[in-house]
């Protein structure tokens, strides 16, 4: 099974929104509604802000969205903050003939401009 | 309030075995629906799975890595063991122990140790 595909970089400006993708498959994103949007600032330990494909956590800023269409989920934040700057890694189950894995996303590097 | 502590060596020789420790603080491990799992980070590079030990011994491995790879838990220690063998340079990162909720999330994180093999 394969990493999940996010884009490597997406940026924008103070209070412009901006929306990751995560791409999989049938057998991982597709499949379950499960997926999970982590932030990771540098040196630090990554933090859930999302899970289950659009809930969040508490006190996980409601800038923070999720959604899914099909095989691709998606993070958006909007009214982005210089703190929102940071490593978004996405997640989801796989369970291809059998496997029960947790896949990751490759992760998107977020620029606030 | 939970908080997990990963302790291991910072450097092992290729070849070696690592084995981490990872110390649950405020919650048992026996306890249902508590969830154990290892993720590693390699330098400036993604974040990857590696196993997961459930409250009732479930065990689950990265399909890539399970040949290396043992997960245990001592439940009256309320620690989580990986034993990973044949280290090579490739597996320097930080590794990491997570709890996983039941919806897949991983709800709380170690601080993460990093261990680099190197002769």
């Known amino acids: 099974q394969s990493a999940l595909t996010q884009p490597p970089s997406a940026s924008g400006s103070p209070g412009q929104s901006v929306t990751i993708s995560c791409a999989g498959s049938s057998s991982d994103v597709g499949g379950y509604n499960l997926v999970s949007w982590y932030q990771q600032h540098p040196g630090k330990a990554p933090k859930v802000m999302i899970f289950?494909?659009?809930k969040r956590p508490s006190g996980v800023p409601d800038r923070f969205s999720g959604s899914k269409s099909g095989n691709t989920a998606s993070l958006t934040v909007s009214g982005l903050q210089a703190e929102d700057e940071a490593a978004y890694y996405c997640s989801s189950p796989n369970t291809f003939a059998g496997t029960n894995i947790l896949l990751f996303g490759g992760g998107t590097k977020l620029t606030v401009l | 309030q939970v908080t997990l502590k990963e302790s291991g060596p910072a450097l092992v020789k290729p070849t070696q075995t690592l084995t981490l420790t990872c110390t649950f603080y405020?919650?048992?491990?026996?306890?249902?629906?508590?969830?154990a799992n290892w993720i590693r980070q390699p330098p400036g590079k993604a974040l990857e799975w590696l196993a997961r030990?459930?409250?009732?011994?479930?065990?689950f491995y990265s399909t890539s890595l399970k040949t290396r790879l043992t997960i245990s838990k001592d439940t009256s220690k309320n620690q989580v063991v990986l034993r990973m063998i044949n280290m090579d340079p490739a597996d320097t990162a930080t590794y990491y122990c997570?709890?996983?909720?039941?919806?897949?999330?991983?709800?709380?994180w170690g601080q993460g140790t990093l261990v680099t093999v190197s002769s």
């Open positions: 289950e494909v659009s």
């Open positions: 405020g919650i048992s491990l026996s306890t249902t629906e508590t969830r």
């Open positions: 997570a709890h996983m909720g039941p919806k897949w999330e991983l709800d709380y």
């Open positions: 030990i459930d409250w009732d011994d479930e065990i």
